[in-house]
C-alpha cells in the first residue's frame, strides 16, 4: 500500500471515530437534560392543558363541596361562577388546590356571618372580596 492509501484511511477512521464521539456526546447531553435536569413533564399531553386544568378546579371544587355552576380560563386566571352568580376568580400560577381550600374557608366564615359577595379575587397577595 501506498503512504497515501494509508494517510486517506487513517483520516477516515479518524474523522468516523470524531464524529461517533460527537454523537455519543450528543446524546448523553440529550438524555441526561431530558430524564434528570428538566423538571418538565416527559410526554405532552393530546388533551391541552387547559382541558387538564379545568377538569383539575373542578375535581378541587367537588371535592371541597362547593356547588358551582361553571368554571372557564380567562386573563391567565380561572373563572368561577357559583350556583348564586357570585364570581371567584383563581390565579393559574399558583397551587389551585390550596386557593380552592382557602376559598372554602371564606366560604364557611361569610356563611356563619350571614354576608353575601359578589366577587373574590385570589390572583393578588390576599384574597379580594367584592362586597
Known amino acids: 500500500m501506498s503512504t497515501k ?8 477512521k479518524r474523522f468516523f471515530l470524531y464524529v461517533l464521539f460527537l454523537a455519543v456526546v450528543v446524546c448523553g447531553a440529550f438524555f441526561l437534560n431530558t430524564f434528570s435536569v ?14 387538564v386544568d379545568l ?35 383563581i390565579s393559574e400560577s399558583k397551587d389551585i388546590v390550596k386557593q380552592i381550600t382557602s376559598l372554602q374557608r371564606i366560604l364557611n366564615q361569610l356563611t356563619i356571618e350571614g354576608k353575601s359577595f359578589k366577587s373574590i379575587d385570589f390572583r393578588f397577595t390576599e384574597p379580594i372580596i367584592s362586597f
Request: proline share 4%; aromatic share 8%; hydrophobic share 35%.
Open 38 to 51: 428538566s423538571k418538565g413533564p416527559l410526554f405532552i399531553s393530546p388533551l391541552g392543558k387547559v382541558n
Open 5 to 12: 492509501l494509508r494517510r486517506r484511511r487513517n483520516f477516515k
Open 55 to 89: 377538569n383539575k378546579v373542578r375535581k378541587a371544587l367537588i371535592d371541597k363541596n362547593i356547588s358551582f355552576s361553571t368554571v372557564s380560563l380567562s386573563d391567565y386566571s380561572y373563572l368561577i361562577i357559583l350556583q348564586n352568580n357570585e364570581q371567584i376568580r
